[in-house]
């Protein structure tokens, strides 16, 4: 069973950078890709940014809300999973989370527990 546990969030004024952590454990040797999703209250969790590593290479993709100021890292499912973000606003005010998903699955099989970023101006 994989565990993820993240990190990183705190409160940020408009305009700051904060760097989220995700530490994956457990049955990782099958993790093929990793993403960070966020959610407000009241409102599903949406994508943000993901990574998928195979014998091509690495793929990454963004949200466009995130694009150009958000970048994701990580070396393999056994290194830690970052997200950093720059140039926050308001709106990237969320719980954010960190999945993992096996090459088999179609959707994100684990996640963890959450950091809350909060934004303000």
């Known amino acids: 069973q994989v565990q993820l546990v993240e990190s990183g969030g705190r409160w940020v004024q408009v305009g700051g950078s904060l760097r989220l952590s995700c530490a994956a454990s457990?049955?990782?040797?099958?993790?093929?890709?990793m993403a960070w999703y966020r959610r407000i209250p009241g409102k599903s969790r949406e994508f943000v940014a993901s990574i998928l590593w195979s014998g091509r290479g690495t793929n990454i993709y963004y949200a466009d809300s995130v694009k150009g100021r958000f970048i994701i890292s990580g070396n393999g499912p056994n290194a830690p999973l970052y997200l950093q973000m720059n140039r926050l606003r308001a709106d990237d005010t969320a719980e954010y989370y960190c999945g993992a998903a096996t090459s088999a699955a179609k959707d994100y099989e684990y996640w963890g527990q959450g950091t809350q970023v909060t934004i303000s101006s």
């Open positions: 457990g049955g990782t040797f099958n993790i093929n890709r």
